[in-house]
């Protein structure tokens, strides 16, 4: 491969040419840049660049490299999704009121990569504070879906689906609040995965939902998927909500046939979706029969029609208080010009916040307010449960779900901008598996019209082993993951 094309391999690719020294992390990062700088102003994924930065990283992996001190991330270019901080680099979270804020620490997960020898190249764009599907919200500029530049990437990490598919890095990190790394991964053909709540360090991602949220890798293939998972996977003592269970070494998951393995079709995932993307899922579904998968066609999840409407409280309701730190006194934008301290307040917010968050804030603001409390919020906290016991029930029958990732393909351009509620129902697929707290994998498995169809894999808590299986065996009979967009 010539030297100005490295930008289109796999993290196991680079990794092995790296090591046999065929090739240098200088060399490989700076194709990347160089790619970035070739399609960015197209794309638009990235809110911040950081070259210099990525070249001394780079140099620095060569010599570790050189010393036989390589793990398989070392000298990889990745890329951030700006929700995750990282010392001393800029992180927005798409939003106005972060616009200039440089933090002092690092995220665990920015602290692992960067432990295990990873390149960072920037930070993605993304809609703002994690809010949307589409990466429309972001208070800077959309992101485009590098298959169809009129369309969107999906959202909320669409910046780093759309930086991994436009070959613009080599991986990313991306974070899963109801779908936010599974969605934008099916509408870019790229490999996306929630871990089990638990799972991945929290430590350094800027809250959306507390309860909900997730980091998780955004990659070319399934292996690559893996080799991200073993070094940010595991407990962390600055996150009490991550799990001190051991972490297995997932490539030892990646073999190529699904026998013995049952997976469950459940059919309340299927009702509503695109008829074309239902028969992709279809074909799929064969293929994976033909792997030596036992299909199970009469699973059900009944409280599946009630998860958009819990989500939609309990998610809001946890953004209210999360976001109710940023007031202009301790760090971020502050409107100077108020005429006291509370008029100051309201004005930073104001005009802080983009009209997405605004919403948000107000509906979980009236979710836990005297009153409504009982019939709202805790409601949705009692069918939570009810929705985790129907995936409790299914995996006593099977080992996994096959689902569609979106009930679409790629939408576009400001065609639901203006229609929350259909916006919101672009997560219909995927909000469940954070609602459970679960773990789920998108995979490409097809096209229409020339758009990406994703594959959703459902697992049992802490089973991403049996996902990455799944996923893995399915790369290795169809070629739907290498096709790459006509940029």
């Known amino acids: 491969m010539a030297v100005n094309d490295l930008y289109r391999l796999t993290i196991h690719e680079a990794h092995r040419l790296l090591v046999k020294g065929e090739v240098t992390s200088v060399e490989l990062t700076r194709s990347v840049l160089e790619r970035i700088e ?39 270019p990745v890329q951030l999704k700006d929700v995750i901080v990282t010392r001393g680099i800029r992180t927005t979270c798409g939003s106005r009121i972060l616009e200039n804020f440089v933090p002092i620490y690092d995220a665990t997960v920015a602290r692992r990569l960067a432990e295990a020898g990873a390149v960072l190249v920037g930070k993605g764009n993304m809609d703002e504070f994690a809010m949307g599907s589409s990466t429309e919200n972001s208070a800077f500029f959309p992101t485009r879906n590098p298959w169809d530049l009129e369309r969107v990437p999906g959202g909320s990490s669409g910046g780093s689906a759309a930086a991994v598919a436009a070959d613009e890095c080599i991986y990313a990190l991306g974070s899963d609040t109801g779908g936010s790394v599974r969605q934008p991964a099916a509408l870019c053909n790229v490999v996306g995965l929630k871990p089990t709540y638990g799972r991945v360090s929290r430590f350094g991602l800027i809250a959306f939902a507390s309860s909900l949220d997730q980091i998780g890798p955004l990659t070319k293939d399934v292996e690559d998927c893996a080799l991200v998972m073993n070094v940010i996977a595991g407990p962390d003592p600055n996150d009490s909500t991550t799990v001190n269970i051991p972490v297995p070494d997932y490539t030892r998951f990646l073999i190529p046939d699904l026998k013995g393995l049952r997976l469950g079709v459940p059919a309340e995932y299927y009702e509503g979706i695109q008829p ?36 939609y409280i309990i998610a809001p309701s946890e ?4 976001l109710a730190r940023y007031d202009g006194v301790k760090y971020g934008y502050s409107y100077f ?46 069918v939570r449960t009810l929705i985790r016991a129907d995936f409790d029930r299914a995996f006593q029958r099977v080992d996994a779900l096959v689902t569609p990732t979106s009930p679409t393909v790629a939408f576009r351009l400001g065609e639901r901008t203006q229609d929350p509620l259909q916006m919101y129902m672009s997560d219909i697929c995927t909000i469940p598996v954070n609602i459970a707290g679960i773990c789920g994998l998108s995979v490409p498995a097809g096209f229409v019209d020339g758009l990406p169809v994703g594959m959703q894999l459902i697992g049992r808590a802490f089973d991403e082993g049996t996902l990455l299986r799944i996923g893995y065996a399915y790369q290795q009979a169809t070629d739907w993951h290498r096709r790459r967009p006509p940029l």
Request: aromatic content about 10%; proline content about 3%; some cysteine.
């Open 38 to 76: 070739a399609v960015e102003e197209r794309v638009r994924a990235f809110i911040t660049v950081t070259a210099d930065l990525a070249l001394e990283q780079a140099a620095e992996a060569d010599r570790r490299i050189r010393a036989g001190d390589a793990t398989p991330l070392t000298g990889i």
């Open 276 to 311: 074309e993307v239902k028969g992709v899922l279809t074909t799929a579904i064969r293929v994976l029969e033909g792997l030596g998968a036992e299909i199970i066609w009469d699973v059900s999840l009944p409280h599946t029609r009630y998860a958009l409407p819990c989500y």
């Open 319 to 322: 953004a209210s208080s999360n």
């Open 337 to 382: 010009e108020a005429e006291d301290v509370w008029d100051a307040m309201m004005k930073t917010r104001q005009y802080g916040f983009g009209p997405e968050v605004k919403r948000r804030i107000m509906l979980g603001t009236y979710a836990l307010s005297a009153g409504y409390y009982d019939a709202y919020y805790l409601k949705a906290q009692k």
